[in-house]
């Protein structure tokens, strides 16, 4: 399926993930970026995200806005299990061997 070209003035975007790319790189440098990229999600989450659908809601009650709500506060709620268990040590397996599942 052909794409369209980019509008001439748009800013062209290269996206740093590359597919198969496979880096070297420590384990505790790898848990400490996945760490730091977690704790952004979970405020953007936490601080934008789920204040503006509460007040969405509270302003007008609405189904789709109360479930795209407990969308984000369970959203938040797994970046905080997840931090959680890199804070323990109990992913460290998923930084040591990448390719296991």
Excluded: N, Y
């Amino acid at each position: 399926m052909a794409t369209d070209p980019p509008e001439p003035d748009a800013p062209r975007f290269d996206p740093l993930f590359e597919p198969g790319h496979r880096p070297a790189v420590d384990p505790r440098d790898a848990a400490a970026v996945v760490h730091r990229f977690l704790r952004r999600c979970r405020a953007w989450g936490a601080e934008r995200e789920v204040p503006a659908r509460l007040a969405r809601l509270q302003a007008a009650p609405d189904l789709k806005d109360a479930a795209s709500l407990h969308q984000w506060v369970a959203w938040v709620a797994f970046i905080d299990h997840a931090l959680a268990e890199i804070e323990a040590g109990k992913l460290d397996d998923w930084f040591t061997d990448a390719d296991r599942v």
